[in-house]
């Protein structure tokens, strides 16, 4: 059995709105009753919030099916640094991770900083970040996206803010999101597959995934994949759109 790898932003949805062949392709998956996983680098919203999204723009998807960075970010501060408190620079969803996890929240004094997407991010909690790495917390980042599409131009992603960071304290942060292994460790929690196939647009995060855990990749044309260089590889399939994917399935 093969489980479809599923990007979000770029891939099923630009600013809200589905993206030509989503909706088409994710009935056909249903139709087949396939097994396939909703992955998202990003952290600023909660499955529910995405599912009644993707419903909206005729896309029916199990909220057990969707996986955020959020969710992935809580996992692994849970298992790795349970005991450390957590100055979180991001979303109401994050934090609400964080707590479900039961990682503790200090905002003055916290010996980890952890980042992730939120468009309301202030220079104030960016300049607060700063003093606390310089003073020795951890720096954690959901993802290092560069890029957001929309129906327009890219938005700058999660990616920007830690390059502000590393600029301000010459320390990297370690990244939770695609293409790094914890969030393998994650999915292999939610299904019984045997084979993978990543279906996103961005050769950085998605493809980079793909590659690195073996797996066939189909990359999707957008705005990420139009500002990144791309790279040939056998193992990625570059298409139009989502329906040319449907040819493809092996199920």
């Known amino acids: 059995m093969t489980c479809y790898l599923i990007d979000l932003d770029g891939t ?10 989503a ?4 009935c056909e998956l249903n139709r087949r009753k396939a097994e396939y996983l909703l992955i998202t680098n990003g952290s600023a919203n909660a499955p529910k919030t995405i599912k009644n999204r993707l419903k909206a723009e005729g896309m029916e998807i199990e909220q057990r099916r969707i996986l955020t960075s959020a969710e992935v970010a809580a996992m692994y501060l849970k298992e790795f640094l349970p005991k450390k408190s957590v100055c979180c620079i991001g979303s109401v969803w994050l934090e609400q991770c964080l707590k479900k996890e039961d990682i503790k929240l200090d905002e003055e004094s916290a010996e980890i900083v952890l980042t992730g997407y939120d468009e309301h991010i202030s220079m104030a909690s960016l300049n607060h970040a700063i003093d606390l790495i310089m003073n020795g917390a951890i720096y954690i980042s959901t993802n290092d996206d560069l890029w957001i599409p929309t129906g327009v131009a890219v938005r700058p992603h999660t990616g920007y803010i830690n390059q502000m960071l590393y600029q301000a304290t010459g320390k990297k942060p370690i990244i939770i999101g695609k293409p790094e292994q914890y969030f393998w460790k994650l999915i292999m929690q939610r299904t019984q597959a045997k084979t993978f196939c990543m279906i996103g647009d961005s050769m950085r995060t998605d493809a980079a995934f793909g590659l690195g855990n073996h797996m066939k990749v189909y990359l999707v044309e957008s705005r990420i994949s139009d ?12 298409v139009k759109n989502l329906k040319e994917v449907i040819r493809y399935l092996s199920i």
């Open 12 to 21: 099923l949805l630009v600013d809200a709105h589905a993206v030509d062949g």
């Open 23 to 26: 909706a088409e392709f994710i």
């Open 227 to 238: 500002v990144e260089k791309e790279k040939d590889d056998l193992m990625i399939q570059k």
